[in-house]
């Protein structure tokens, strides 16, 4: 699953020339997991206590195994289902989410807004219901249970595809370099795979920092080109060795296959479920090809190539009886072309696992944007290509542990147990969540998501319980992996939540702001402060401590609120949501800056200069406003200019035809899910840690021509207050800005159980000290921080 590609321009329907690239493009992004299947499946499968005989009930069971499982659930599953269950161009398991977080309230997310709907990303379209759907979507929105093991599953399903970046490229390579067991004897093999495979690996994760733009343009190339090897190749162990082989395509293969083994054939069915290894990439990748172009790719190149390489090996097996440890793809390659086959088979698996990798590291971009993962430093490695990132402890973490796999297992068949486990029980959850989306989303008859559900999931819950089995035989690591991530994410998930809802108990009213004078011995210094905060009204808690510990605060004073909205893009001119705080004497004012879980968040200085320009054009936007009510008559302290800070616009840019639309804020958590009993304000303890701000300066304009709006020039006392107000912040701006932030530290309160305080006192903190701070994830020179400690007493 590699999602370090430029999102694409799309072409028409009818411009097959432009389509063909794309799907060609996509071989080496999408394809690279699932096209070197072939290298492992025989290996596993017959890794367990199945010995084919003189009859080859065996092969030929196997390979009807592999061609149906390739047919129902690549083809039929993701191609035909799967794929039209996008949100707004993009797949995978956090699309699916927000899909039905958008079309049901079953989200968790802390500060989900009304004025989020209205982006124009926000798909959401309310046909009429059927009687069933509507109640499946009033049983789902009135069980916070549910949403908790919705959020469970989700994540589980993002834990088993991290899993699977871990176990991927151990597989792969080390299923590739075994091409050398032909060349010398069964001991040497051994202490040569294992080495070349490590370093290999090695240098595969210390390239990752690079991205993958500078040798992405061969990626394509090289899976084709193996697509051609193992496609002519099966076609001519076919012609040679056994032309009767397709007879094995009948299902009743299967079930002969199944009557002869047994337990044991049950059991190989755990081998035989990695031929569909990757299958989930076509989904997660969607967001860069066209729906048309993934479907054109794998239904006209990959799965036919996939087949007749399975067929070949089939037909090869078939006349030569080998023992089970020399069973595997070489075998079936001629000699006179094993060395060219053996190295585009490794670089193959080298382009399998860099799409695995970058999948990992988007997938767990996602989640930090969505406040599931713990922060970590997120570098874009190139500026031009969307999505192209790089996490540098994630990065050296998995290649630890995949020497450690690698080392470890040293065979095909526990590694294939356990990447099988980690691939099953993320398609069973898409099937889960697809069938959600097929009634909440596509309003569909509650018996038709069923029906999909049913077939699609029984048949993965066969091959997971084959894997499952095999336990103590390797699939203990990717179980034991998901449950430590899980534990994890949802730690941090629950922590963050709980912050939330303190923050928004305890938050300072306007009036307490606006009483702040001279006469309480309140300074106002030159500059623009920041103020971070998670909450989208009200005045956070850390800021009132920060007043009340240093008596002082900026000329310029704004709130900002950097959120995550559950869609994938939002469009730069719908970002920001600015508001007053208290009139427009006091300079005080709220930003909501919202990006979607596919956005690159901003460099620190182009934020600060996109932040004060947006500011500057809500201040011209506010003046217009009042004097146009002005005109009609109307009390300014009504319309624009207006103290009330649930007010909010939507700032773009100044050409936005007509009036940006205004937005009511409303506070959506519930007070009865927030601990009762929670200490106040002056119970907090506090800690303020400050440093210098060195003077940073960007280049900002007041226009002195004269303003006019729908025809209408402004009079003189509203041009020269406006004026006035745009000069202050131009001032502010040069002499600096600080950026102020909450550290926070989290407490259980008294009476708390065992769990709770666990998950708090030890698990949370923990992640928070040994995790990138938010001035990290922010990109906040330190130059210009400044710290607010608080204790939050949850």
Not at 242 to 265: D, W
Not at 732 to 750: D, E, M, N, P, Y
Not at 774 to 788: C, I, R, T
Request: aromatic content about 12%; hydrophobic content about 45%; glycine content about 6%.
């Amino acid at each position: 699953m590699d999602l370090s590609y430029e999102k694409p321009w799309r072409p028409p329907k009818k411009d097959w020339k432009n389509l063909l690239v794309l799907a060609y493009q996509s071989l080496g992004v999408v394809y690279g997991d699932l096209s070197i299947s072939p290298l492992y499946v025989y290996k596993s499968t017959f890794a367990e206590d199945i010995h084919h005989s003189e009859t080859n009930e065996e092969i030929f069971g196997v390979l009807s195994f592999v061609f149906w499982t390739l047919t129902l659930v690549p083809l039929f599953k993701y191609v035909f289902v799967v794929l039209r269950a996008d949100d707004n161009g993009e797949g995978g398991t956090f699309a699916l989410y927000s899909l039905i977080c958008r079309h049901a309230k079953v989200s968790l997310l802390p500060n989900r807004q009304v004025a989020d709907e209205a982006l124009s990303t926000y798909k959401l379209e309310h046909p009429p219901l059927t009687k069933n759907s509507s109640k499946v979507k009033t049983v789902l929105e009135n069980h916070k249970s549910l949403h908790i093991c919705l959020l469970i599953l989700v994540l589980l399903g993002t834990c088993m595809v991290i899993g699977d970046g871990l176990l991927t490229p151990a597989i792969s390579v080390f299923s590739a370099v075994s091409g050398l067991e032909l060349s010398m004897s069964r001991e040497h093999h051994q202490y040569a795979v294992i080495p070349i495979t490590c370093f290999i690996l090695v240098c595969l994760f210390a390239l990752q920092h690079y991205g993958t733009h500078r040798i992405g343009f061969c990626f394509a190339p090289i899976v084709f080109t193996w697509l051609l090897c193992i496609s002519a190749l099966g076609l001519y162990n076919i012609f040679k060795w056994n032309t009767h082989v397709y007879q094995a395509l009948s299902p009743t293969y299967m079930i002969r296959f199944l009557k002869k083994t047994r337990k044991s054939g049950w059991m190989s069915l755990g081998g035989i479920l990695l031929c569909i290894t990757g299958s989930e990439a076509m989904f997660a990748d969607l967001g860069h090809f066209s729906y048309r172009a993934i479907q054109i790719a794998f239904t006209f190149l990959v799965y036919p190539a996939l087949i007749l390489a399975y067929m070949g090996q089939a037909a090869y097996l078939s006349k030569h009886h080998h023992p089970v440890h020399k069973i595997g793809f070489y075998v079936s390659v001629p000699e006179s072309v094993r060395w060219p086959v053996l190295v585009v088979a490794i670089l193959a698996s080298v382009v399998g696992s860099q799409a695995i990798i970058s999948g990992t590291f988007s997938i767990i971009n996602q989640s930090q944007s969505l406040g599931c993962f713990p922060r970590v430093k997120v570098v874009h490695t190139n500026e031009k290509m969307h999505g192209q990132i790089y996490i540098p402890e994630i990065n050296w973490m998995l290649m630890i542990l995949c020497i450690a796999v690698t080392i470890g297992f040293r065979d095909i068949k526990h590694m294939g147990n356990a990447s099988g486990l980690a691939v099953m029980a993320v398609m069973l959850v898409t099937t889960c969540l697809t069938s959600l989306v097929i009634i909440l989303c596509w309003h569909k008859p509650p018996l038709v998501a069923l029906s999909f559900l049913l077939f699609f999931g029984t048949l993965e819950l066969l091959y997971f319980s084959a894997s499952v089995i095999k336990f103590t035989e390797g699939a203990w690591l990717p179980i034991l992996l998901a449950l430590f991530l899980v534990t994890v994410m949802f730690v941090w998930h629950y922590a963050t939540v709980k912050k939330y809802e303190y923050d928004l108990h305890n938050k300072v009213s306007l009036e307490w702001l606006l009483a702040l004078g001279p006469s309480l011995g309140i300074a106002r210094v030159p500059g623009i402060g920041l103020v971070f905060t998670d909450l989208t009204s009200g005045i956070p808690a850390n800021f009132s401590r920060f007043v009340t510990n240093l008596p002082a605060f900026h000329r310029v004073l704004v709130f900002v609120c950097v959120k995550s909205v559950p869609v994938p893009f939002v469009p730069p001119a719908e970002r920001y949501l600015v508001g007053r705080v208290g009139p427009a004497a006091h300079r005080s004012y709220r930003c909501i800056v919202r990006y979607g879980y596919r956005d690159v968040h901003q460099d620190v200085d182009s934020f600060e200069s996109e932040l004060v320009t947006r500011l500057a054009e809500f201040i011209r936007y506010d003046w217009y406003k009042a004097r146009d009510s002005m005109d009609d008559g109307n009390d300014s302290s009504q319309s624009g200019m207006s103290s009330n800070e649930c007010r909010l616009a939507v700032i773009g840019t100044i050409e936005l035809a007509g009036p940006p639309p205004v937005f009511e804020i409303e506070d959506v958590m519930e007070p009865a899910s927030v601990s009762a009993g929670c200490p106040t304000i002056g119970s907090v303890t506090d800690v303020i840690e400050m440093e210098p701000v060195a003077e940073r300066r960007v280049r900002f304009a007041v226009d002195d021509t004269e303003s006019e709006c729908g025809g209408r020039s402004t009079t003189a006392a509203a041009e020269m207050e406006m004026r006035e107000e745009l000069q202050d912040l131009y001032e502010a701006q040069q002499a600096g800005t600080a950026f102020i932030l909450g550290h926070s530290h989290v407490r259980s309160k008294q009476g708390s159980s065992v769990l709770k305080r666990a998950a708090i006192d030890f698990g949370y903190n923990f992640l928070r000290r040994n995790c990138r701070g938010p001035d990290v994830a922010l990109k906040v020179p330190p130059a210009s921080l400044l710290e607010v400690g608080m204790v939050y007493i949850v």
